[in-house]
């Protein structure tokens, strides 16, 4: 499955180019089989919107929602868990069963995003049984993280999780049309797949606003450290921690070396 046909172009483009290329993409993404039976028709919620403040930093600010319904795997799972960053967008996929209790999530928190992000300031997530449940708002209250559920029937609340959600269904009914009990085995690489590729509300890939660079993939050998972050902000970050000036602000003195004799 492709990931629409912007995305692609964004994506190709850092590293091909072609006469016409963003029309033949499009016309390719267009035609393709398994995307028109996989992915749906996306309308804007209706109804009023209600933002939340701006996030200050990576992680700290987080989103939580369940992506349910989908075929059992052979090691029983039948959900997703995802857990994105209003920050970067950089987002985890975590396999789930329906019938995990709160102490369950809570050692999967713990292990999966607190040991990786540290602990975040909120939390925003729906009504669902897991996320209203005592043990769970007990948890959150000792790590001093703040819990703010969406309103009952207004998911826009948590709009960024949807279309994320919408994303993964997308490649996991890709996925499903080989592979229907063994989707779990494709979650990795959906989840990377997602966090390196183009998002337009950030004008760059998620990985690149949480490490400052795209990660490496395949096609693409060359040394890692030789590729310059994305992005204004990122390129100053990586002008002050190296202590590098941008060019042209600093102009060189000329140094003389002082030979052995020379007065």
């Known amino acids: 499955m492709h990931p629409g046909s912007n995305k692609m172009y964004r994506d190709l483009k850092q590293r091909f180019w072609w006469t016409r290329m963003k029309r033949e993409i499009a016309k390719y993404v267009s035609e393709c089989h398994v995307c028109k039976r996989v992915k749906a028709d996306h309308l804007k919620p209706a109804g009023m919107l209600h933002p939340l403040n701006i996030p200050a930093w990576k992680w700290e600010d987080i989103h939580m929602d369940f992506v349910v319904g989908l075929p059992r795997t052979q090691k029983g799972y039948d959900s997703i868990w995802v857990i994105i960053d209003r920050f970067t967008k950089s987002a985890h996929f975590l396999p789930v069963k329906t019938v995990y209790r709160a102490n369950t999530y809570a050692e999967l928190y713990i292990a999966k995003i607190v040991s990786l992000h540290g602990v975040p300031r909120t939390i925003t997530s729906d009504r669902g049984s897991v996320f209203v449940s005592r043990f769970w708002e007990q948890l959150q209250n000792a790590l001093g993280t703040k819990l703010i559920h969406s309103s009952a029937y207004h998911p826009q609340t948590s709009g960024q999780v949807e279309r994320v959600n919408q994303i993964v269904e997308d490649m996991l009914r890709a996925c499903a049309l080989t592979y ?84």
């Open 180 to 263: 229907s009990t063994k989707w779990d085995e494709c979650l990795p690489l959906a989840e990377f797949a997602y966090n390196n590729s183009y998002q337009k509300s950030l004008e760059m890939a998620p990985f690149e606003a949480l490490y400052g660079r795209r990660c490496v993939t395949p096609p693409n050998r060359s040394n890692p450290e030789s590729e310059s972050p994305s992005g204004p902000i990122c390129r100053r970050a990586s002008e002050v921690y190296t202590g590098e000036p941008k060019k042209g602000t600093v102009k060189a003195k000329k140094v003389t070396q002082i030979e052995g004799g020379d007065r």
